[in-house]
């Protein structure tokens, strides 16, 4: 009884001693400093601080690698907090629809800019077709009959103006961060990052302008 007892011990103890080690956690690859600075990422995140998570994170991700962007992702995780990627795109989204002067703020790095040319892009897109599709852009629709049908189409041309303006600030920072942009960094990039940073951001306004209220209520009037 036991020598059988001693070789089950034995035995569990070498599965023991051959189980592959976990790796370590993100905190013990960072430096004090860096867990320092995302101990305050998360605490602001959680607090809706959009700045200091802009002002914290930022500069991190700009002078970082692959490797370190996932170490730093992984101890945000450990916080419960979103990864850089999308933290710094929600506070950026936020800081430029609450009218922040971006120019004050810390200037992406080109892994952030390109994501968030994109972001943005994608953002001012879904307001114009939400606004093209309104019924204050519909020629369609007739003119209002009653005082209830004006209301409802007053209505509709005031959310789409609001819409177009916060629109406007994003197309704003698009060409900001666009012509900020390294030139000598864009080679480096692929073809579609190129083409996100180059794209002419100012059609996107253009395009904007075509819905603003002035030419709907001029349209309206021809009519």
Same mark, same amino acid.
């Given at each position: 009884m036991p020598t059988k007892s001693f070789v089950l011990f034995a035995i569990a103890?070498?599965?023991?001693?051959?189980a592959p080690s976990s790796p370590p956690p993100a905190a013990a690859r960072l430096t004090p400093r860096e867990l320092q600075t995302i101990n305050s990422v998360s605490w602001a995140y959680f607090h809706g601080d959009s700045q200091a998570v802009l002002e914290k994170l930022s500069?991190?991700?700009?002078?970082?690698?692959? %490797?370190?962007?996932? *170490?730093?992702?992984?101890?945000?995780? %450990?916080?419960?907090?979103?990864?850089?990627?999308?933290l710094l795109l929600g506070a950026r989204?936020?800081?430029? @629809? @609450?009218? !922040?002067?971006?120019?004050? *703020?810390?200037?992406?790095?080109?892994? %952030?800019?390109?994501?968030? !040319? #994109? #972001?943005?892009?994608e953002q001012v897109e879904s307001v114009l077709t939400q606004v093209e599709r309104s019924p204050a852009m519909d020629r369609a629709v007739s003119q209002p009959e009653d005082l209830e049908e004006f209301d409802t189409l007053l209505?509709? *041309?005031?959310? =789409? %103006?609001?819409?177009?303006?916060?629109?406007?600030?994003?197309?704003? =920072?698009?060409?900001? !961060?666009?012509?900020a942009f390294p030139r000598g960094q864009l080679n480096k990039l692929s073809d579609d990052d190129r083409e996100i940073?180059?794209?002419d951001h100012g059609a996107l306004g253009d395009r904007g302008?075509?819905? =603003?209220?002035?030419? !709907?209520?001029? =349209?309206r009037s021809a009519r």
């Open positions: 103890g070498t599965a023991l001693f051959m500069p991190i991700v700009a002078k970082a690698n692959d %490797e370190k962007i996932g *170490l730093v992702d992984r101890a945000l995780a %450990e916080h419960g907090a979103p990864d850089s990627e999308r989204m936020a800081l430029i @629809q @609450q009218s !922040i002067d971006t120019r004050k *703020l810390p200037k992406p790095g080109e892994r %952030e800019a390109v994501r968030f !040319i #994109a #972001a943005l892009r209505w509709s *041309l005031h959310v =789409s %103006e609001n819409r177009l303006a916060a629109a406007g600030r994003l197309v704003d =920072s698009m060409k900001e !961060i666009g012509r940073v180059t794209a302008g075509g819905c =603003s209220f002035r030419r !709907i209520t001029d =349209s």
